[in-house]
């Protein structure tokens, strides 16, 4: 029997943090659950096709778009189950048995999101996330996404956009997302940069915005600015 399990991570120059993510992934590969890693690269300038190549990963190309990306990752899959990261998402020790165990149900699923910073701001804006995700059915990517290849067709897979692919798909399974007890703990490196309060409540509003009616073109020129 075939492992069951695709794992997609869209990368962009990504080096800095996609040794760890794959590392963190081994523990799937010796459960026998791993079918193979994709990563769907846009255009990466540093070593991350290297990382990628030395891992044993398959690598699938196109332009940059998270939404894109995805989506080609998930078309490249020949796996059953399709576990989405991001390429600065290390998984908890122990997540191969979370997600072993939640593939026996129906519902795609998320982990638990944590920043790998200590710290007001972390726990804050985390513990948010967490709430959100909960309480809205809107986790992001950051979170992971774990769905089986026949519920992604079902609700069309994640949309070819440049922003807000995570919360259009999470909308599309409302009702069928149910959340994980295992951490996804990411980097903080975004926040810091910006501001743990300054770029959480960016966020929000991008999502407010978004829900309101804006296009993704337009939320992802103003999030580049």
């Keep these: 029997m075939r492992a069951p399990l695709t794992i997609v991570i869209p990368t962009l ?6 040794a760890a993510t794959l590392e963190a992934l081994m523990e799937g590969l010796s459960a026998g659950l791993i079918r193979e890693v994709i990563v769907s690269d846009a255009g990466s300038q540093d070593r991350t096709a290297d990382i990628a190549d030395e891992a044993g990963c398959d690598l699938v190309t196109g332009p940059p778009s998270r939404g894109g990306q995805l989506r080609r990752g998930a078309a490249a899959a020949k796996g059953d189950w399709l576990l989405f990261l991001h390429a600065d998402t ?14 026996k149900s129906e519902n795609a699923g998320y982990f638990r999101l944590r920043f790998n910073a200590r710290g007001v701001g972390p726990k804050w804006v985390a513990a948010w996330a967490n709430l959100r995700s909960v309480l809205f059915g809107l986790p992001y990517g950051d979170q992971g996404l774990l769905i089986s290849r026949v519920a992604y067709l079902e609700v069309g897979g994640y949309p070819e956009i440049p922003l807000m692919e995570d919360v259009a798909i999470a909308r599309a399974l409302r009702g069928k997302l149910t959340p994980m007890s295992c951490v996804a703990l990411t980097s903080w490196e ?14 929000l509003v991008t999502l407010l915005r978004y829900l309101l ?10 999030y580049r600015k």
């Design 13 to 18: 120059n990504a080096e800095a943090g996609l």
């Design 190 to 203: 975004r926040y810091e940069r910006a501001g743990w309060l300054k770029r959480g409540s960016r966020n």
């Design 90 to 103: 290390v998984l908890e020790a122990g997540w191969s048995d979370h997600v072993a165990a939640h593939m």
């Design 213 to 222: 009616g804006a296009s993704p073109e337009q939320l992802a020129e103003s």
